[in-house]
T-cell receptor
Framework: AQKVTQAQTEISVVEKEDVTLDCVYETRDTTYYLFWYKQPPSGELVFLIR??????QNEISGRYSWNFQKSTSSFNFTITASQVVDSAVYFC?????????????FGKGITLSVRP | EAQVTQNPRYLITVTGKKLTVTCSQNMNHEYMSWYRQDPGLGLRQIYY???????DKGDVPEGYKVSRKEKRNFPLILESPSPNQTSLYFC?????????????FGPGTRLTVT
């Protein structure tokens, strides 16, 4: 069975602090995809990144960076120099296609509050 | 513009009054799916459709129905809504249900059942 664990439920930081959001996943598949989505207070889901199971390279996009480690089944997300606009709920998700369904299994989400 | 649309965006209703949340995509996608989001639970799949006239249950299908009569539309039907169906609902679509395909999400429908 697939499972995504986001052990942190709420994180509060002061602006300009760095913050890391943890994600641990479980799957028996050898081919899978991992995602991070941002959900701002307005409610829509904003795609941040996709990583496939064969690509363990870390990625940096501006203030955002992701660390994918298959050895620990983790796909952590770091925001450097956080800003108030980063305040949102962040979801990690695991994608699997069985041929009969293509499903994203989401973690429970982490609520990030960035205080001025 | 390629998009998934949902209507209504907000709905307050009473227990037992049948309602339909519409979902439409303009990308000629074969695969469509409904998720619900609840605090502390993340998003969970309700139903999905691999193509026209092909639908199946996801993880939390109880109390919901769907239909896929046309490729672009995938309405979610609550025949007799109950307060435990108060939630934020997302429709998603992708080109295919097999292999990897990017899922595109609608803006969400916030439903309150009193």
């Amino acid at each position: 069975a697939q499972k995504v664990t986001q052990a942190q439920t709420e994180i509060s930081v002061v602006e300009k602090e760095d913050v890391t959001l943890d994600c641990v996943y479980e799957t028996r598949d050898t081919t899978y995809y991992l995602f991070w989505y941002k959900q701002p207070p307005s409610g829509e889901l904003v795609f941040l990144i996709r990583r496939n199971s064969f690509d363990e390279q870390n990625e940096i996009s501006g203030r955002y960076s992701w660390n994918f480690q298959k050895s620990t089944s983790s796909f952590n997300f770091t925001i450097t120099a956080s800003q108030v606009v980063d305040s949102a709920v962040y979801f990690c998700a695991l994608y699997r296609s069985t041929g009969a369904n293509s499903k994203l299994t989401f973690g429970k989400g982490i609520t990030l509050s960035v205080r001025p | 513009e390629a998009q998934v649309t949902q209507n209504p965006r907000y709905l307050i209703t009473v227990t037992g009054k049948k309602l339909t949340v519409t979902c439409s995509q303009n990308m000629n996608h074969e695969y469509m799916s409904w998720y619900r989001q609840d605090p502390g639970l993340g998003l969970r799949q309700i139903y999905y459709s691999m193509n026209v006239e092909v639908t199946d249950k996801g993880d939390v299908p109880e109390g919901y129905k769907v239909s896929r009569k046309e490729k672009r539309n995938f309405p979610l039907i609550l025949e007799s809504p109950s307060p435990n169906q108060t939630s934020l609902y997302f429709c998603a679509s992708s080109f295919s249900g097999t292999g990897y395909n990017e899922q595109y999400f609608g803006p969400g429908t916030r439903l309150t059942v009193t």
